[in-house]
Structure formats: structure tokens, C-alpha cells
């Protein structure tokens, strides 16, 4: 079975521009979350989605968003880009919304903002 | 407020030696916690959980961890090191406080250094 896969892997776009990265969640797997790293602030959490709805969002400006397709697929944007934004960002799935789940990972997606 | 805590940015230990990366938690309830693994320029990979049950869990690639209630830890171990366990280590705790969600809190991270 395919994990989580992420795209782009590598980019890098110029302050201001706006970026979208894309999540396939594993197989049968409907809900995907994202979260941010970064040296300074760790590994944070961006939101969740579950069967196309937004279940929780993590305290990041209104420049982050993004949505789930019917097919469980996940993209988040960023729009306004600053140069704080550049990081791995990494989205992970899980089955359902039972607290037990464990919580898989892609390999991530780098943006570096110049 | 939910956290989890690793208390060494850096582990070194001798290949073929035991290892123990440490983490600690604070959480209201019943935690769920989960070891994860990071390879340079790679995403995190699942090591191994506790959700309920025998303290001693056993995970992928040989570790395990033991969750201690009364001490409020679940410190991750490995009878002998192999230089290829050289990585990032993150603890984190399920965000009980976010109901169903699957918001995991992430530990800073420890860097484990295993030399031949």
C-alpha cells in the first residue's frame, strides 16, 4: 500500500507570491492533517480535515488555509508568502477519528522563500 | 495546557550499547503517545504507540518504550544501537483537548548519535 504522498517535494517561491502543496492521504485513509517545521518553532500543527470538513486549525494567520477533495486528496495554500514561511511542511493521514489511530507521514514538502 | 517535553537535544551512544532517548508529558486524562523518527531531509516515520495496556510497547526497526504513569514518561529504548539509528527522535502526545481530531503536540526533537 502507498504511503502519504506529497508534491511538490522541493520549491521556491518569491515573498508575496502564494504557493499550493498537495497531499494523497494512504488508501482508504480519510482524514489529513499538516503540520510546519521549522528549526526555531519545531513541528506545528496547521489543521485537519475529515471528510472534506475542517476539524481543528492550529494558531497560524489566515494566510494558511486549505481544503479536502471527495477522494480524501488535501491541499493547503499559502498565500502572501513571508520569509518566515519557508519550511518542511509535512501532512500526515489516518483511517477515521478514533483517537487510537496512529498518525502517518509523507516525506514533506520544502518551501524556501526568498 | 498539554505538552510533551525531551530533555536532551542530543544522545551519543556507542553502536552495540542500550539507548534511551527521554520524554515526558503533561496531559489531562488518559495520554496517547507516539514515537516517531526523522532521516535528514526525509518526513517522519511511526516508531511505535501506547494507548492502553501493557506499559512496555514494542515498535518497529527494534525499540520500544516504556510508559510510566506516576512519572509521567515514555522514554524510548533499544537494547543495542546500530549507527543507522542515527536521527531525529520526536516524542508527541494525541491533543486530548481537541476531541477526535488527530492533532498530535511534538516534543523538540532529540538527536540521537550512534558512533561505530
Known amino acids: 500500500k502507498a504511503g502519504v504522498t506529497q508534491t511538490p517535494r522541493y520549491l521556491i517561491k518569491t515573498r508575496g507570491q502564494q504557493v499550493t502543496l498537495s497531499c494523497s492521504p494512504i488508501s482508504g485513509h480519510r482524514s489529513v492533517s499538516w503540520y510546519q517545521q521549522t528549526p526555531g518553532q519545531g513541528l506545528q500543527f496547521l489543521f485537519e480535515y475529515f471528510s472534506e470538513t475542517q476539524r481543528n486549525k492550529g494558531n497560524f494567520p489566515g494566510r494558511f488555509s486549505g481544503r479536502q477533495f471527495s477522494n480524501s486528496r488535501s491541499e493547503m495554500n499559502v498565500s502572501t508568502l513571508e520569509l518566515g514561511d519557508s519550511a518542511l511542511y509535512l501532512c500526515a493521514s489516518r483511517p477515521s477519528d478514533t483517537l487510537g489511530n496512529t498518525i502517518y507521514f509523507g516525506e514533506g514538502s520544502w518551501l524556501t522563500v526568498v | 495546557a498539554q505538552s510533551v517535553a525531551q530533555p536532551e537535544d542530543q544522545v551519543n551512544v556507542a553502536e552495540g550499547n542500550p539507548l534511551t532517548v527521554k520524554c515526558t508529558y503533561s496531559?489531562?486524562?488518559?495520554?496517547?503517545l507516539f514515537w516517531y523518527v526523522q532521516y535528514p531531509n526525509r518526513g517522519l516515520q511511526f516508531l511505535l504507540k501506547?494507548?492502553?495496556?501493557?506499559?512496555l510497547v514494542k515498535g518497529s526497526y527494534g525499540f520500544e518504550a516504556e510508559f510510566n504513569k506516576s512519572q509521567t514518561s515514555f522514554h524510548l529504548k533499544k537494547p543495542s544501537a546500530l549507527v543507522s539509528d542515527s536521527a531525529l527522535y520526536f516524542c508527541?502526545?494525541?491533543?486530548?483537548?481537541?476531541?477526535?481530531?488527530?492533532?498530535?503536540?511534538f516534543g523538540q526533537g532529540t538527536t540521537l548519535q550512534v558512533k561505530p
Open positions: 496531559v489531562s486524562g488518559n495520554p496517547y
Open positions: 508527541a502526545v494525541r491533543d486530548r483537548g481537541s476531541g477526535n481530531t488527530g492533532k498530535l503536540i
Open positions: 501506547y494507548i492502553t495496556g501493557d506499559n
